[in-house]
């Protein structure tokens, strides 16, 4: 196993359009969670799987955005109607499974994230 | 006021240096992460912690969480080691990214 992976890396979009983004966890982590992280500041939580169940969601996310992880795998992340404010570097990371502990914090391990710049 | 508040918020230092990260949180947490995040966006954790200390190579972590408090040490500290580093707090469903500490160490 090779470790989180997202894609694509980069992406350029015109104001308006939607776009798609895939992170692929380590595998059998349970827990899935995406961030988002605007130039110069720390990342911001959007989001959180245990399996396909989303258990958590920012006020971040607004009603354009939309997250899915339909076999407990893989996760996508949606944005419609993108805005010039969308622009940021979208990160994913997975946690493993903490056996009999329900909602404690496990180590999590970063994909290389999804640069997103909306034009 | 974040709940999770990192000092400082910049550091630059002379290689070799020793040199401290300080993070303060104001919320329960269940433990503690630090990340380290090098310039193109990759992030790597470092350690995560619930009491005492972690060491790993140069680096060292610490916790106190009657006084809610964790410092990240770094000996020696070398050129490679610039980056961002930033302190989260894990609660039950709940991530607190702090601000981040920005590092430059020059040779």
């Known amino acids: 196993d090779t470790g989180v992976s997202q894609n694509p890396r980069h992406k350029i979009t015109k104001r308006g359009q939607n776009v798609t983004f895939r992170c692929d966890p380590i595998s059998e982590h349970n827990r899935l969670y995406w961030y988002r992280q605007t130039l110069g500041q720390g990342p911001e939580f959007l989001t959180y799987?245990?399996?396909?169940?989303?258990?958590?969601k920012s006020r971040l996310l607004s009603d354009r955005f939309s997250a899915e992880r339909p076999k407990g795998s893989f996760s996508t992340l949606e944005i419609q109607r993108t805005e010039q404010g969308d622009s940021a570097m979208y990160l994913c990371a997975s946690s493993p499974r903490v056996r009999g502990v329900r909602g404690s914090y496990n180590e999590q391990f970063f994909g290389p994230g999804t640069r997103l710049t909306v034009l | 006021k974040n709940e999770v508040e990192q000092s400082p918020q910049n550091l630059t230092a002379q290689e070799g240096e020793f040199i401290t990260i300080n993070c303060s949180y104001s919320?329960?947490?269940?433990?503690l992460h630090w990340l380290q995040q090098h310039p193109g966006g990759g992030i790597v954790s470092l350690f995560m912690?619930?009491?005492g200390k972690k060491k790993h190579g140069r680096l060292i972590a610490t916790i106190n969480i009657q006084e809610k408090h964790s410092s990240l040490h770094i000996t020696a500290s070398h050129p490679r080691d610039s980056a961002v580093y930033i302190c989260?707090?894990?609660?039950?469903?709940?991530?607190?990214f702090g601000t981040g500490t920005l590092l430059a160490v020059q040779p």
């Open positions: 989260v707090g894990g609660a039950t469903n709940k991530l607190i």
């Open positions: 912690l619930s009491s």
């Open positions: 919320v329960g947490i269940s433990a």
């Open positions: 799987f245990q399996n396909e169940a989303q258990l958590e």
